[in-house]
């Protein structure tokens, strides 16, 4: 990702964010018709409900708002689908050229977010799914496809990780887990007024010169809170996964909510007009479903 900051900040001086928004603005649109096409390949044909997919998709608004947000998140999921789809076409069309740029779309999300490490044990089921779906797995060439395209995106999707070892000696790719292993005590501790121990426990984390050992040290102290306080912590989990299921990226982003989700513990009557919603959304949109497949 830093890459693609360079390529725009090079063309576009200090208009880069701009630049960078309206690009980001035109390939989250590829999503939709990605969801379509991989929907309709995996299907086999063309259904109504595939409409209605996409229009649910759009409604939510999780790529279009985020258009707008200098992050990781986007670019990696539209190049990740772009990757999944062609690896479709691939095997479906036995063609190795779609193979190769399966192969790169995906190791290039992989780059942008190091999260891929263990995907190409996915990407070999589920390719093997859809040459059975199509009945091309008994052929020899989609099998030295599915083989050879797992294998280089194993290498692919883990460039990160010898980067690391190549400098660091360890394929860790990234430590940025280990800074998500902190969250949970932390809000754990601000409901339980258990504050002032938490931080003791990441000033003597802060202390350690050396990131690797920072990063073991979060994960150790992660377990040891797990096990002290399991019921807060799982408690905490639930309440996480209902603020991401009951909030529509709309409403969670509206400007006349004046919110954003990581305020919503603070902002209960906001949270509960977003819920609300959320609940007549998801009822329309199982509803709707419901009445196309029937």
């Given amino acids: 990702y830093p890459f693609i900051i360079y390529l725009f900040k090079s063309a576009f001086g200090k208009g880069w964010y701009f ?59 539209v190049f990740f689908m772009l990757g999944v789809y062609f690896s479709f076409l691939a095997v479906i069309n036995k063609s190795w050229w779609f193979a190769a740029i399966s192969v790169i779309t995906l190791s290039f999300a992989a780059l942008i977010r190091p999260v891929l490490m263990f995907y ?14 199509y009945g091309n797995s008994g052929n020899r060439l989609v099998k030295r496809i599915i083989i050879l395209s797992s294998v280089l995106l194993l290498l692919g999707s883990n460039i990160s990780s010898y980067r690391m070892y190549y400098y660091y000696k360890t394929f860790t790719p990234t430590d ?16 339980e007024n258990k504050t002032s121990e938490y931080k003791k426990e990441v000033e003597k984390i802060n202390a ?27 408690r905490y989990w639930m309440d996480g996964a209902a603020n991401h299921l009951l909030s ?6 509206a400007i006349m909510y004046r919110y954003y989700k990581r305020d919503l513990p603070k902002a209960k009557q906001k949270k509960k007009k ?20 029937l």
């Fill in 274 to 293: 977003s819920e609300v919603f959320a609940v007549v959304f998801y009822t329309l949109f199982i509803a709707g479903f419901l009445f196309i497949l």
């Fill in 176 to 191: 940025v887990l280990s800074y998500n292993f902190l969250y949970t005590p932390e809000n754990v501790s601000d409901v």
């Fill in 120 to 133: 190409p044990l996915i990407h070999l089921l589920l390719l093997w799914y859809v040459a059975k779906l």
């Fill in 208 to 234: 350690e010169p050396d990131w690797r050992v920072k990063c073991q040290l979060r994960k150790t102290y992660f377990l040891d809170f797990l096990r002290k306080n399991p019921v807060a912590s799982v």
């Fill in 19 to 77: 630049g960078l928004v309206i690009f980001q603005a035109l390939f989250s649109a590829l999503i939709y018709p990605l969801a379509y096409l991989t929907g309709k390949l995996l299907l086999k044909k063309e259904t109504r409900s595939l409409y209605y997919a996409c229009i649910c998709l759009l409604l939510l608004g999780g790529y279009s708002t985020r258009a707008l947000f200098v992050m990781t998140d986007l670019p990696c999921a």
């Fill in 248 to 253: 529509t990226h709309y409403i969670e982003t």
